[in-house]
């Protein structure tokens, strides 16, 4: 019985890949809490808070012969059955019954993926190169707790509610300022 898109598989390390399965994980704004990062001017922070990769997409990789697994690339979070063509920068997700994450942005690939790469070709993971196959950076909005085999679900918005929801405001001048400067 399909139960739907889930949580496959959730990843931790003490900083670098791969990072190690975990039977549940308490996530903050931060990320989940027992994450480490090495390199914190590339990972990490509040807009880079998780690290989201399909289960699909890994069993693709596979199938090209490169030697990924869930976590090896540096996901925290491997999904079951989520139509990652609508994983999008401000795409918003929960994961469980607690965990609320929006998308932010393509993770670039780091070149500690190389490993894991055949010919040591990490780019297999730029969404420059190869949109649609690229891991996804998530900020949290709402904390709590994930497990395996949790539900993940894709919130239902349109294109044009997202873009309205995360749209930098736009000012033009002077029309927009005429009225502080006409008093």
Not at 43 to 68: N, P, T, Y
Not at 150 to 157: S, V
């Amino acid at each position: 019985m399909d139960e739907g898109p889930t949580i496959y598989q959730v990843s931790v390390s003490r900083g670098g890949v791969p990072k190690r399965p975990v039977a549940e994980a308490m996530v903050d704004e931060q990320g989940i809490t027992i994450d480490h990062q090495s390199d914190r001017r590339s990972h990490g922070g509040i807009s880079r808070a998780l690290c989201l990769f399909s289960l699909e997409q890994i069993v693709e990789l596979r199938k090209e012969g490169h030697d990924v697994e869930p976590g090896s690339t540096g996901e925290n979070v491997t999904t079951l059955g989520v139509d990652w063509s609508k994983v999008l920068p401000g795409a918003r997700m929960r994961l469980g019954q607690e965990v609320l994450v929006e998308i932010t942005d393509y993770a670039s690939p780091c070149w500690k993926n190389a490993v894991w790469f055949r010919d040591g070709d990490f780019n297999r993971l730029n969404h420059k190169v190869n949109p649609g196959c690229s891991r996804m950076y998530a900020k949290v909005l709402e904390g709590g707790t994930i497990r395996p085999g949790d539900h993940i679900e894709l919130m239902g918005e349109s294109t044009a509610e997202r873009l309205e929801r995360t749209a930098i405001p736009v000012f033009r001048w002077p029309r927009d300022f005429q009225q502080g400067f006409d008093s």
